[in-house]
């Protein structure tokens, strides 16, 4: 899983003998300490809040003693609240920090209170985030004997040492879930698990009989003299509001109560939490840091402006944005369009003399972590993406900064999936009027992946649909790249409706974009001839798309050219091998001409006589349109190249499929030989999706 901030800083503090890990991250003025809550969850909790902060001020986090990089001691004596902000002192000294904002949740929300009455002049603020503290109302179905053996275990009767000892997995489900504890929390839940079962039941245990030792009392919070920001969900069935509320007059503290949330809001209402958190320090006279100086392009007149956001994952997005671009600057000349975008696509756009927003340079590249997936040809990309999370919401961080200090005229989003989701999770934050790009609706399971896998794409598509038809207005024009006959003849999931049925329903249909016209490019003949290739060669193209993701095929394609080369002398191989991948790495045999990033590659692939490629839809789209024979063959374990893509080709009459399992060289070298010997004609694909889509969008301006 590829982070989206990496430590500046990583260090290991001493209390006695329990050492503690702790990092740092940026340099800003102000440094906001993330405290570690419970010992079911370690640092990576504040995963969500780190890379956005981070760009405001001085963060540091750590591992709380019983999890994560740090020590675990044995037996409760060693788990009071005592010890704990021993701790959290010990780390703000190793890590030469003299002052902080606290920010805790649950136990270490009481903790930073405590913080805050013991050494008030080391504690400028805190936010306490759902505390949990051992006075003040309480949920009265928590009062149970966590010690008691009994002969069943349901609901908060999991909360026993004798349930967490015998089935420790089970306690962390049940336990995480009531957490975060909102529908289409399965991601949450999911990394809440996985760092539950980092540490020991014995752990576990040892908090749970931990001493009161250092908890305070009421005079505690009436002790605390700094400004205090109490957070907490109405839906939190752990901890009450009632608990925050009663807390909060002690100290005098704010009360922000989030609708709907449960206990964890900082993992799962991110972009809302975040906000709060930076908006309550910059309240703290003083203590903002700017966000680093951007260039701004004055207003030319009465000149719209524009943001689009074009997706990383491969080129062909980029591409077809250009093509919208060049068209809706028809509708409105002397239009300013600002790029929020990242490599490869930002290779793309260079090339078109395009304006990149200089906020790029703060985005988490998706790409890497989409190659870091990847397994060989195989990519289980709907995970993926799950996993992506914490790259998405730190992207849609920057992204509304821009938003929110920059004002545009309209939001370009193609398949801008962040954002997308955050601001149908918090409408009150979007900014200008957006259209929402895609070529596919619905994630689909893969077969051979199992019920997992058909709940989780299930429970994303059902939170998708409950997005767009709760908040109907907020995608001012969705637009599918493509025609309805394009969508799969499948559903979104168990009791959720045709995804045909649905896209039709709340998109408009822009027939596809190939973001150039064949005829444009003349007689192939006269073509070739200006790219440099013979009229006795048979010129094939390798082409693999803008990530890394495609080296195993290409590599699998150089094995195949020599046997090719043998049967057919006039063969002439060229292997593109993309922005992201090294051509000298590859080995290529000789003869193959291996080149890396091309601009006009459009133009190669309608001169070839055969292409290779991936079963990316814009390759394959734009080899439909300009007649040239391919084979593609789809990544393993990637739902829309196996099904989305495949079901538009085969539409299209277009294209030879091969599985990367039947894909090895001598396979591939037959196939090549085939479609190289075949008549290939497919269905004529339409030229004008580019001018149709600037024309549903033109208004909006």
């Known amino acids: 899983m590829t982070r989206a901030r990496l430590p500046d800083v990583e260090g290991r503090a001493s209390n006695g003998a329990v050492g503690l890990h702790y990092e740092v991250y940026g340099e800003g003025a102000t440094t906001v300490m993330l405290l570690p809550a419970w010992q079911v969850v370690h640092s990576r909790a504040w995963k969500a809040q780190i890379p956005f902060l981070t760009r405001h001020y001085r963060v540091l986090a750590y591992d709380a003693r019983g999890n994560g990089q740090s020590d675990r001691p044995s037996g409760p004596e060693h788990y009071g609240y005592d010890h704990l902000a021993a701790d959290a002192w010990a780390v703000m000294d190793a890590s030469g920090t003299d002052r902080a904002v606290v920010v805790g949740c649950s136990m270490a929300g009481h903790l930073a209170a405590l913080m805050a009455a013991e050494r008030p002049k080391r504690i400028l603020g805190a936010v306490l985030i759902s505390p949990s503290s051992p006075f003040g109302p309480r949920h009265e179905y928590r009062d149970v004997d966590f010690e008691q053996r009994l002969d069943t275990y349901d609901g908060w009767r999991r909360y026993n040492t004798n349930y967490v000892r015998e089935n420790f997995r089970g306690f962390a489900e049940w336990f995480d879930a009531c957490c975060a504890n909102e529908p289409h929390s399965t991601k949450q839940v999911e990394d809440m698990v996985a760092w539950t079962l980092e540490t020991t039941p014995e752990t576990i245990i040892d908090t749970m009989r931990a001493p009161g030792d250092g908890g305070g009392d009421e005079d505690t919070f009436r002790r605390i003299r700094c400004p205090m920001l109490f957070v907490h969900g109405d839906n939190d069935v752990l901890q009450p509001l009632a608990r925050t509320r009663y807390l909060a007059a002690l100290c005098d503290g704010r009360v922000l109560v989030l609708p709907g949330s449960g206990h964890v809001p900082q993992a799962r209402i991110p972009a809302k939490v975040n906000l709060l958190i930076k908006d309550f320090i910059d309240g703290l006279s003083g203590n903002t840091a700017p966000l680093p100086p951007m260039e701004s392009r004055p207003r030319t007149g009465r000149a719209k402006r524009a943001l689009y956001l074009s997706s990383p994952i491969g080129l062909g997005h980029g591409r077809r944005d250009l093509a919208i671009t060049r068209e809706l600057r028809r509708h409105h000349p002397g239009l300013e369009v600002d790029w929020l975008a990242q490599h490869p696509v930002t290779v793309l756009l260079e090339a078109s003399g395009e304006r990149i927003h200089p906020a790029s340079r703060l985005l988490a590249s998706e790409s890497t972590h989409i190659e870091a997936e990847a397994d060989g040809h195989d990519l289980h990309v709907f995970e993926a993406m799950r996993r992506m999370d914490e790259i998405l919401i730190a992207n849609f961080m920057v992204f509304q900064e821009v938003v929110q200090d920059d004002r545009y005229d309209l939001i370009l989003a193609d398949e801008a999936w962040d954002v997308d989701h955050f601001w149908h999770e918090h409408p009150e934050l979007k900014r200008a009027p957006m259209v929402w790009f895609t070529d596919f609706v619905g994630f689909l399971p893969m077969p051979d992946k199992g019920e997992r896998d058909v709940f989780l794409t299930t429970d994303y598509n059902a939170e998708m649909i409950e997005h767009v038809e709760g908040h109907p207005s907020l995608r001012d024009r969705a637009i599918f790249v493509g025609n309805p006959e394009d969508c799969v003849d499948a559903t979104m999931g168990s009791g959720l409706p045709k995804i045909r049925d649905w896209t039709e329903k709340h998109f408009d249909f822009c027939g596809y974009i190939t973001g150039f016209d064949p005829a444009g490019f003349g007689p192939k003949d006269a073509l070739r001839a200006t790219l440099g290739y013979r009229p006795d060669e048979r010129v094939c193209i390798v082409t693999v798309g803008g990530s890394g993701v495609g080296r195993p095929l290409l590599q699998r394609v150089l094995a195949a050219y020599p046997m090719v080369k043998r049967r057919m002398p006039e063969l002439r191989m060229i292997a593109v091998a993309g ?85 090895d060289p001598d396979t591939l070298a037959a196939a090549m030989v085939e479609v190289l010997g075949a008549n290939s004609k497919f269905r004529p694909v339409e030229t004008d999706g580019a001018q149709r889509a600037a024309a549903m969008i033109a208004g909006l301006l």
């Open 579 to 663: 922005p992201r991948i090294d051509p000298a790495s590859l080995g290529a045999p000789a003869g193959v001409e291996v080149r890396p990033f091309v601009p006009d590659l459009p133009r190669h692939l309608a001169a070839a006589d055969l292409a290779i490629v991936q079963g990316g839809l814009t390759t394959c789209m734009e080899l439909t349109a300009s007649g040239t024979p391919f084979i593609y063959v789809p990544i393993r374990n990637h739902f829309e190249q196996t099904f989305h893509v495949s079901h538009r080709l085969a539409r299209y009459n277009a294209g030879r499929r091969l599985s990367y399992q039947e894909a």
